[in-house]
């Protein structure tokens, strides 16, 4: 099956840096990823559209200054967090879309960890 | 919005018994329906699709899903369970746009699923 990557895995940092997380289709392109968080003992919620070339879209509730997302090739989408805080402390899971076989498919990422001191 | 919702947070089966997870997602336009499947320490993967077609999806390990329209429903079963199924199960649904593609995930909450010896 299709693979995705993410890195790093976990990231501790501390309050007012940022953090890049990248994300990969590693056997595939993928015009379209997409950014998931998932608080603990919860499930994922949709933060946001990565699409390739173009400005990515939002989900309500989500800031764009402070996930800032670029797809800038058909295998690549990376995740900033910028001015990290505590609250930011969740699982970041991307997915990305194959639509090769005809079919709409996400496969996703191991996640990233991320800890905010 | 669409939502989706699992009616059981924790199952607890032994072995060989059989499985049935429920599913309900709230939209009435066109959907695609996923369960997902993530064992511990590990990704989510992949278990089975609906997209059009025959409601009865056969998927990985021996899991099946059947697509009721009328009930808004995509229940998952498995005639027997192996120990090895321990893992959190997820319903997943999107949106079918008429120009193509589709948009992220809305997830369920996910079942926790115990499989004694």
């Known amino acids: 099956g299709a693979v995705v990557s993410q890195h790093p895995s976990r990231v501790i940092c501390k309050s007012g840096t940022s953090v890049k997380i990248e994300c990969r289709s590693l056997?595939?392109?993928?015009?379209?990823m997409f950014w998931y968080r998932q608080f603990p003992k919860q499930s994922l919620m949709l933060m946001a559209t990565?699409?390739?070339?173009?400005?990515?879209?939002?989900e309500q509730g989500v800031e764009k200054d402070k996930f800032l997302i670029n797809h800038a090739s058909l295998t690549l989408s990376t995740l900033t967090v910028t001015s990290a805080h505590p609250e930011d402390s969740s699982f970041y899971i991307c997915?990305?879309?194959?639509?090769?076989?005809?079919?709409?498919?996400?496969?996703f990422g191991p996640g990233t960890r991320l800890t905010v001191l | 919005a669409q939502s989706v919702s699992q009616h059981n947070h924790h199952v607890i089966l032994s072995e060989a018994a059989s499985l049935e997870l429920g599913c309900n997602y709230s939209?009435?336009?066109?959907?695609?329906l996923f369960w997902y499947v993530q064992y511990p320490g590990q990704h989510l993967q992949l278990l089975l699709k609906?997209?059009?077609?025959?409601?009865l999806v056969k998927g990985i390990k021996g899991f099946e899903a059947e697509f009721i329209k009328s009930k808004f429903s995509f229940n998952l079963r498995k005639p027997s369970v192996q120990w090895s199924d321990t893992a959190e199960y997820f319903c997943?649904?999107?949106?079918?746009?008429?120009?193509?593609?589709?948009?992220?995930?809305?997830f369920g909450k996910g079942t926790h699923l115990i499989i004694q010896p």
């Open positions: 997915s990305a879309r194959d639509s090769s076989q005809g079919t709409d498919t996400q496969y």
């Open positions: 056997d595939f392109q993928a015009t379209t």
């Open positions: 990565s699409n390739e070339g173009s400005k990515a879209t939002y």
């Open positions: 939209y009435g336009g066109t959907v695609n």
């Open positions: 609906y997209f059009s077609g025959d409601p």
């Open positions: 997943a649904v999107n949106l079918w746009y008429s120009g193509g593609g589709a948009d992220g995930l809305t």
